[in-house]
């Protein structure tokens, strides 16, 4: 298989997720594109120097995870706006699914990076295994980890499901 049949075959099977991950990162759908092609190029100059010591896709979510926290590292450089009037909006809505599901990406942003990462990674339903080599812990640490973070998660949710 050539490098282009195989890369076109792991950007089929891997994309969704990594657009999943990379919305959780930046709870903005427009960004989150750009972080998915971003990762993918990565992925793509990097293939020649894939060596095969864990699953495509551990490996393509750990460059997915580099692309994002090399993007939240630029943002920590810009001047920081907060958006409260957007979530107030979005928050005001009817309860329907498709703005739960925009709240919950929102409120997964505000999460610490290695958080997003693990709890995209769960929404994604990676085993944890995996979740775990990619995190860099062990699955019992993982998955009091993940606990946790949904507690977090819930807390964070409500308060903008209470605005």
Same mark, same amino acid.
């Given at each position: 298989m050539t490098q282009q049949e195989t890369f076109t075959q792991l950007y089929k099977q891997y994309a969704p997720g990594i657009r999943k991950l990379c919305l959780g990162y930046t709870g903005?759908?427009?960004?989150?594109?750009?972080?998915?092609?971003?990762?993918?190029?990565?992925?793509?100059?990097?293939?020649?120097? %894939?060596?095969?010591? /864990? !699953?495509?896709?551990?490996?393509?979510?750990?460059?997915?995870v580099n692309s994002c926290l090399l993007y939240l590292r630029k943002e920590k450089t810009k001047p920081q706006k907060v958006d409260a009037d957007a979530l107030h909006n979005l928050a005001a809505e009817e309860d329907n699914e498709e703005n739960n599901v925009q709240l919950l990406y929102k409120s997964i942003s505000k999460l610490p990076e290695t958080d997003r990462?693990?709890?995209?990674?769960?929404?994604?339903?990676?085993? %944890?295994?995996?979740? /775990? !080599?990619?995190?860099g812990m062990s699955e019992n640490n993982l998955r009091v980890k993940i606990h946790r973070i949904k507690k977090q998660l819930t807390e964070i949710f409500n308060s903008y499901a209470r605005v």
């Amino acid at each position: 298989m050539t490098q282009q049949e195989t890369f076109t075959q792991l950007y089929k099977q891997y994309a969704p997720g990594i657009r999943k991950l990379c919305l959780g990162y930046t709870g903005s759908a427009a960004q989150a594109e750009d972080l998915l092609q971003e990762s993918f190029m990565a992925v793509w100059n990097n293939m020649p120097k %894939y060596r095969g010591e /864990a !699953s495509w896709g551990t490996w393509i979510y750990r460059v997915a995870v580099n692309s994002c926290l090399l993007y939240l590292r630029k943002e920590k450089t810009k001047p920081q706006k907060v958006d409260a009037d957007a979530l107030h909006n979005l928050a005001a809505e009817e309860d329907n699914e498709e703005n739960n599901v925009q709240l919950l990406y929102k409120s997964i942003s505000k999460l610490p990076e290695t958080d997003r990462l693990i709890i995209s990674m769960v929404l994604e339903e990676l085993p %944890y295994e995996d979740i /775990a !080599s990619i995190a860099g812990m062990s699955e019992n640490n993982l998955r009091v980890k993940i606990h946790r973070i949904k507690k977090q998660l819930t807390e964070i949710f409500n308060s903008y499901a209470r605005v």
